[in-house]
């Protein structure tokens, strides 16, 4: 492989792997526009702001606190019928595979939208038949489904969600994900559901000491007693669950621009702790969160990471094989990948 720095086109052609993304925060703002501007012409009192307007693109300032009600008051209010839900994921699959992403693990927090009568079972199913349509037509990128709990949902509705992510597991859920607020909600809580998940053999990755509130050792210890395989964030946490961590090897699902944009982390890129993580023998997947609202594409992410951490070309395809390592997608996925960054390696060699 060439020596020469690693250029934004490198990454883009780099086969990736997006194993952390949730789906309605991944929408891009062009679409949401698109979608807004349909509901207007059919509802012109809609009372909704153009997405243009009110989420201006490059201009947006979200911590952590002011991130979360974004879904609530506004991009449901969007994403409120069938076709609406189809053609915002279809747009996003469409986005990451333009990027050069091979495989992407999508979460998504099943919703009903009583308006329209669709159930969250009704949703969870939309989402996948988009899936699997966009999956027959190309096969550039492979898409599979992971279906989140959310931190302020009861017990009974986390089981809900391991209902349905056991009903649908033969059309492409691979696993269950814990979500939402970390300032909100008991996660211990959820003990049954995540270990009837994990007994019915879905792979289950958490949200991990997001902030400091999230970070207290008696949580993050109860969230290591679910058995993720992989972890989201990992950003505060005491040295002993650092430890335990690596002792396990946890997949780590690493949001650089996102953590610093909402400033969940102090410093910029190059104080990420994805500096400290990658000393470690944990598998790092490098992922973008919420690409719609943050607007890095993982193209970017790798690109930012090879910038500030002094990557060149090998090592970014050696994370890429190290996210490739940490699929829920099941083995075969991992060997078309594991050929296809071979061969992307093999094509730069040949240049
Ligand atoms: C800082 N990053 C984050 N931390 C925790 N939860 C997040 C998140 N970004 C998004 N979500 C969760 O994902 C939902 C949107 O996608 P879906 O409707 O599920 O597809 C948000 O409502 C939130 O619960």
């Known amino acids: 492989m060439t020596a020469e720095p690693v250029s934004a086109s490198f990454c883009r052609a780099l086969p990736k792997v997006e194993l952390h993304a949730h789906l309605s ?15 207007k012409n059919e509802e012109p009192n809609l009372p909704l702001e153009d997405p243009l307007i009110g989420m201006p693109p490059g201009k947006m300032q979200v911590d952590i606190v002011s991130f979360f009600p974004l879904f609530d008051k506004y991009i449901y209010s969007l994403l409120n019928t069938a076709s609406s839900i189809r053609s915002s994921t279809l747009s996003v699959l469409q986005d990451f595979a333009d990027d050069g992403v091979a495989c992407a693990e999508i979460r998504t ?3 009903a939208v009583p308006s329209s009568n669709i159930t969250k079972d009704d949703y969870v199913s ?3 038949d988009t899936f699997a349509a966009f999956n027959a037509e190309q096969d550039k990128m492979h898409a599979r489904l992971i279906l989140s709990i959310d931190r302020r949902n009861t017990l009974q509705e986390a089981e809900h969600v391991v209902d349905l992510a056991l009903k649908y597991a033969d059309k492409g859920v691979v696993g269950v994900d814990l979500c939402g607020n970390p ?3 008991d996660v211990s809580l959820f003990a049954p559901a995540f270990s009837r998940a994990r007994r019915n053999g879905l792979a289950i990755t958490l949200h991990f000491g997001e902030v400091a509130e999230s970070g207290r050792t008696a949580e993050l ?3 290591l007693s679910y058995q993720p395989a992989r972890i989201g964030h990992v950003i505060h946490m005491a040295e002993d669950v650092k430890k335990e961590i690596q002792r396990r090897r946890l997949g780590l699902e690493l949001c650089l621009s996102c953590n610093v944009l909402a400033k969940m982390t102090a410093g910029g890129i190059g104080e990420h702790h994805f500096g400290e993580w990658r000393r470690t023998e944990c598998p790092i997947a490098l992922s973008t969160d919420d690409v719609g609202i943050f607007e890095s594409s993982l193209s970017n992410e ?3 990471a090879a910038k500030h951490f ?3 070309k090998s090592d970014l395809v050696q994370l890429c094989k190290s996210a490739a390592s940490t699929i829920f997608g099941g083995e075969e ?3 078309r990948l594991a050929k296809l960054l071979d061969a992307f390696v093999a094509s730069l060699s040949a240049q």
């Open 25 to 39: 925060g991944s929408i891009s703002r062009e679409t949401l526009h698109q979608i807004w501007r349909q509901k």
């Open 302 to 304: 790798y690109y930012l």
């Open 126 to 128: 939309i989402v996948l």
């Open 333 to 335: 996925e991992g060997t």
């Open 310 to 312: 002094d990557l060149s």
């Open 183 to 185: 300032l909100r909600g």
């Open 109 to 111: 927090t099943p919703r």
């Open 221 to 223: 210890e109860c969230l």
